[in-house]
């Protein structure tokens, strides 16, 4: 093993001859004119600035001059870096779409990419559509294309505005020195990047050309020379909020309004690090989750809508070791033993957070650090006493403190080293948890071959609350690849080791551990416009899983695609899987030691959608799996619609529909008498799930919008008949029906649904502040009318309690260089 992966790194370190493009450059004109943000080139320093023009292709036609002129110019001030674009397009044909903030849609776009350090990896995003709606992002990883939005939650405070003219649109930016991260050297070269999209012609360009062999596209960004003499000025940045939370239930009407205040900060510590704090933190107005039933026996994961936790987190997130959904959670660490005659009748929902904050930067040679701190606030459970009545509170989790640390070294050929450390720290008897992971990202100087690596150690120390002791468990993971990642033919292998107690979830996110996995991927891309087709691409998937303990077989699977988008951009995709062989399942039992063995299965789909261009798009979606030996089925269909309706209003309706026939799971354990395993029941069942969900805008102004959002997730479970899994991994035929004794109910039927609404209205009435009005509505309901008609359910559901919650929420940005200067003059 040892050999192998030092010949993986050797051959890392080769060059194996394809030729390196040399980067567009230009040298930065510095300007002491004062530059108003109105979209019109009126001042006579951009004269003075080199115009930058020939864009070329990323798509349809990659490496092809863009069809459209377009030309850019940059100057820098004590200040800021101003950019003046100039993007021909006819007037008919602009596609000017208002959206909400972070909300490019269909509109055409001008954007800008900077990487201060030119390493390639890490670097900001900020667009600007017709309409003048504004979009930023935070790059990591080179920008990769598949993950190139991957923290648009991150909204940096800068000036732009938009005009349109009869041949041509135009964009003005103002960026400040805050917004940027960079070191302190007197002479500074940065990466850059300029694109356009000209929805019309669906065409994206960029001004350094961008091969799309290459994986990412920061790394292939032009360069800006002779940047002198920038300093980082004091980035201290406050957002004080106050908000007010009406909520009302069905069962207590409505409750006493909450006045909640508070305050972030963003402090940059010097031209590289900043300091994010959000003190009495509120997130009373976040998304609802998109709940389901679930009948599995992993946890399900939620994305993570709280916005401190979305933005910025892109170094912590990078060992994937940090689920921020963790902090606020409950996890039931009791810190004294019940009574034997006493239950749980109340049990928080979450856990209050103190503070939370986070520092992170990168050094002049590279290093990237992070840290992030959070504190929770204690949460208590409410027992009572079966046989005298007694009530009281016991303490479920003590304050806790999370914590994560990142040191991210940028390499040679746009590689990395990342260390990451993750520790969470309970008092008052409860666990506490530390992981450690070590990933590498090594690539030749071509950027051809690539080997990627991981190391995690996990540490668990519980404390035993019956003899007063502390329990030990250790575990580890790693995970090794080497893929060819540049050219039409790609490829990529990986195995990974997760031991059976490597566990990160007291901070992390892991359905499961106790595996060895074998991957093999193969593909074929075709970049430029062939035949029918703008791109295509088709691949080969080979997994094989084992059990890590005992060493035992668990799936083989095999995998095939074919997918890209037609000449009228029209997208599509097939594919097919199979499982040839019989897997075993080792966890759906819940009992270790009992495999639950499944058959052979295959599967086919497909998926199609429509020109996006339009104001009318359809897209849809079509699977159908099957196991013959049970006649079991699992087949699902969806289907969605977009329709746009001038420049102000779009609703978008989603489809979902799955119905699973025949279909084995586990049911419950029985036990006799004397609490000995008898039993462990599996029953034959038919689940049909059914989602629709609705969502619509309707802009005022680029700065104003009102959007709505409802989701319906129905689910209905069916049981057919009851077999008992034996300790030899035999399904049988058992005496037990399912039902009630007294009623005849049955017991495992369930008719599940979540119903919910999130309404917003928000008014970014200055940069960096905002107003938002937001009207949540849930209803959840669990019950045994499983033959009821989607209207009768439907009806049903509106008509069981509710709870809503209305919030005013108020934010404003405070900047601490405009109070100084205020002061000043006064």
Do not use: C
């Not at 100087?445 to 668990?460: D, K, M, P």
């Amino acid at each position: 093993m040892k050999r192998s992966i030092l010949l993986l790194l050797l051959l890392t370190s080769l060059n194996f001859g394809v030729a390196q493009v040399q980067p567009k450059s230009f040298n930065a004109v510095r300007t002491t004119e004062k530059i108003k943000i109105d979209g019109v080139f009126d001042e006579a320093s951009w004269q003075e600035a080199p115009v930058l023009t020939d864009f070329v292709q990323r798509r349809p036609n990659p490496g092809a001059p863009s069809q459209r002129k377009t030309e850019v110019r940059l100057m820098y001030d004590d200040e800021a870096v101003y950019i003046a674009a100039k993007i021909y397009e006819d007037r008919d044909q602009v596609f000017n779409i208002l959206t909400n903030r972070d909300n490019i849609g269909n509109s055409d776009y001008f954007g800008v990419a900077i990487d201060p350090f030119k390493a390639g990896l890490n670097g900001v995003g900020l667009f600007v559509t017709v309409a003048g709606v504004q979009y930023d992002a935070l790059y990591s990883n080179g920008g990769n294309e598949r993950i190139w939005r991957n923290d648009n939650d991150w909204n940096a405070v800068w000036l732009s505005d938009t005009k349109i003219n009869d041949d041509h649109w135009t964009a003005e930016f103002k960026i400040p020195y805050a917004v940027l991260r960079f070191n302190s050297r007197e002479v500074q070269e940065w990466g850059i990047n300029f694109f356009r999209k000209s929805t019309a012609l669906n065409e994206d360009s960029f001004w350094n050309p961008i091969d799309p062999q290459i994986d990412g596209f920061l790394n292939q960004a032009g360069v800006v020379k002779n940047l002198r003499n920038i300093e980082t000025p004091t980035r201290l940045f406050f957002y004080p909020y106050v908000s007010t939370v009406v909520s009302r239930s069905t069962a207590t009407g409505f409750v006493e309004p909450q006045f909640n205040g508070g305050m972030d900060i963003k402090y940059g510590i010097n031209d590289a690090f900043t300091l994010d704090a959000t003190l009495i933190p509120d997130f009373s107005g976040v998304r609802s989750d998109n709940q389901v039933l679930n009948l599995s026996p992993f946890e399900v994961r939620f994305d993570e809508n709280r916005q401190f936790f979305t933005e910025g987190v892109e170094l912590f997130n990078k060992a994937g070791l940090f689920y921020s959904r963790r902090i606020g959670s409950t996890f039931g660490n009791l810190t004294e033993e019940l009574n034997d005659n006493e239950t749980i009748i109340v049990r928080p929902q979450a856990a209050q957070l103190i503070n939370a904050s986070k520092i992170t930067g990168r050094t002049n040679s590279g290093l990237g650090i992070g840290f992030f701190n959070a504190l929770t606030e204690r949460t208590f459970i409410t027992v009572q006493d079966t046989e005298t009545g007694a009530v009281r509170e016991i303490e479920a989790d003590p304050l806790t403190n999370f914590n994560v640390i990142v040191l991210d070294q940028n390499l040679k050929n746009n590689s990395s080293l990342t260390l990451t450390n993750t520790n969470v720290l309970r008092g008052k008897n409860a666990d506490d948890a530390n992981v450690t992971g070590l990933n590498f990202n090594l690539n030749d100087e071509s950027l051809t071959w690539r080997v990627r690596g991981f190391y995690a150690y996990s540490q668990i120390a519980s404390h035993n609350i019956e003899n007063n002791n502390i329990d030990r468990k250790t575990g580890y993971k790693y995970n090794i690849g080497f893929s060819k990642t540049r050219g039409n033919f790609q490829f990529g292998v990986n195995r990974n080791v997760e031991t059976d107690d490597y566990d990160i979830n007291d901070l992390g996110f892991l359905r499961r551990a106790n595996r060895i996995d074998h991957e093999l991927n193969l593909s074929y891309l075709q970049f430029e416009p062939k035949g029918i087709f703008n791109d295509y691409r088709y691949g080969v998937r080979l997994e094989h899983n084992k059990l890590y303990n005992p060493n035992m077989f668990s799936e083989f699977q095999v995998s095939a695609n074919f997918g890209g988008s037609f000449r009228n951009f029209w997208g599509f995709s097939v594919d097919a899987n199979t499982n040839p062989v019989e897997s075993n399942d080792y966890f759906e039992a819940r009992v270790p030691g009992y495999i639950f063995k499944r058959p052979e299965s295959y599967s086919f789909g497909a998926r199609l959608n429509t020109d996006s261009r339009k104001n009318f798009r359809l897209s849809g979606r079509l699977r159908f799996w099957k196991r013959p030996d049970w006649d079991q089925v699992d087949n699902s269909a969806n289907i969605g619609a977009r329709l746009r309706m001038g420049t102000r209003v779009e609703i978008n309706h989603n489809v979902d529909y799955s119905f699973r026939e025949n279909e084995r799971g586990y049911v419950r354990r029985i036990y006799d008498n004397s609490g000995a395993l008898e039993h462990v029941v599996f029953g034959i069942r038919n689940v049909r799930n059914l989602t629709n969900t609705l969502s619509s805008s309707y802009i005022f102004t680029n700065r104003m919008g009102i959007t709505f959002r409802m989701r319906h997730y129905w689910s209905r479970v069916e049981y057919n008949d009851f077999l008992e899994l034996t300790e030899d991994d035999r399904l049988q035929d058992i005496d037990y029906t399912g039902t009630d004794s007294t009623t005849g109910e049955p017991l495992h039927n369930r008719n599940f649904n979540q119903f919910n609404i999130d309404m917003e209205y928000n008014w970014q009435f200055l940069p960096g502040s905002e107003v938002r009005v937001i009207w949540k509505r849930s209803i959840g309901t669990d019950d045994l009318n499983t033959q009821l008609d989607f209207f009768d359910n439907f009806g049903n559901t509106l008509s069981a309690p509710n709870f809503d919650t209305i919030t005013i929420r108020m934010v404003y940005f405070v900047d601490y260089l405009k109070i100084k200067n205020i002061f000043r003059k006064s």
